[in-house]
């Protein structure tokens, strides 16, 4: 009896030993499926914000919660349902190959309902975002009085202007700003004329600087380096001028026969009218000289028109024209021909997101240009949301997995798939005619109540871990 015993166990060790060797690198046995029946099989790696979320896969639930991976799947494709109490639940077939893993590791869950927070009661007409920035400005009214910053790093708001300021209740004509500077230029109109204030936004009380007399006239439009912001370059009709704030000094004719200009300190970058692209530093000196070719500027730029330089890198550099046109320093260099709006970069994945009136897209700039063709190809455009009504802003989400947009008065959540199709959601609309602030770093929507003008906000990218179903 003992052999037996013995001989069986040996058995049983000897058919079910290779079984357990195969699984554990990978493969199951499927009866007719491969000569032996022995299938590599495929893993499913996903990540929820917030996390803790259930797994189903058709109607088996798995024990683990997000973040997990889902081992041992044969090659095919999987109806993927991720639940969790309190939040919309996300669907998606997922197809899967075998000896390959399916990522999903920015999936976004969204509430089924809103915790709105009321940031400030009064109500509001404008909310303006001041762009790369933590700060942004709500008006009601016309006034200076009526402008309150709002910091969204520090969740502090106060008044542009104090109570005793003697520009307090001079009503504003015009207001500039810069990407990534919290700096604005005013245009006011007061008792004695129109006058021009640069302010710096700060809790403990704006500085400001009157530079009426620097500025003659109000300019076309006017640029200045974030990082240099005493500096301002004014543009009249293809003549840049430079303003010291410091020193008081103005030159009205800094550069002439211009036609596009961006910063990138140290370096104020100029498309010139005679087909010339350069780089000079805030002097005028040290010029550079980066396209002299007056056939390829032509083709690329046109013949008139002004071009926005976005300088993103040393060596990555887009010109938006006042046409929406979108030239790059990268082939096939002209990227769209008319309509784009606005531009956002992510330089850690190196893509751009764009958008038109009706659409959004996004160029993947990671890949080397060089495809093995003939005629290289380079980059494309992906249009990913083609339906839109009157598209005017758009920010990356969620380390570029998501786009966040404002379509007319409507807010949009648009994932860009790793497979399937993308998800689209409405989240909200806001008050009709203002603009949406996002922060990363707080997760938050910031924007005006849609009836009331209140301003508020809603979390998208939880920082808690809710309590699991």
Known sequence: MRKIVFYLFVAIYLVCCPFTILYALGYLFKPGGGELGVVKTGLISLSTRPPGASVYLGKIRFSEKTPTLVRNLLPGDYPLTVALKNYKPWRETVPLEAGKATVLEKIILLPTRWNVEEILPDSFDQLIPLAGT????VRKGSDTEDIVVYDMKRAGGWPLFPADSPFQGERVLSLATTEESPSLLLQLHSPSGR?????????EGPLIEEITDLLPKKPLRIGWDPK?????????????????IHSKTSFPAFVEGVRGVGFSHPWIYLLKEDGQFLRVDDEGKNEEVLLSDPVLSRTLFGENGFFQVKVFSKDLLFFLGERGELVGNRFPYRFVERGVRGLEFDPSLQR????RKDRIGFLDLSKESG?????????????????????EQAFWVHEGSHALFRDHDEVYLLEIAAVGTPHLELLLRVKEGSSIAYS?????????????????????LPKENPSSP
């Not at 933590?134 to 400005?137: A, D, I």
């Not at 021009?196 to 809790?203: C, D, I």
């Not at 990363?440 to 998208?460: A, V």
């Open 195 to 203: 006058i021009f204030l640069w302010v710096e936004p700060r809790e």
């Open 134 to 137: 933590s700060l942004f400005l």
């Open 352 to 355: 751009l997101l764009l958008w």
């Open 440 to 460: 990363e770093e707080t997760g938050r929507i910031y924007y005006l109540e849609r009836w009331q003008g209140r301003l508020s906000s809603i979390e998208i």
């Open 371 to 391: 495809d093995g063709r003939l005629f290289e190809q380079g980059p494309r455009v992906l249009w990913v949301f083609e339906r839109g009504r009157n598209i």
């Open 228 to 244: 240099n912001r005493h500096l301002l370059f004014p543009f009249w009709r293809g003549t840049l001028g430079r303003l010291d």
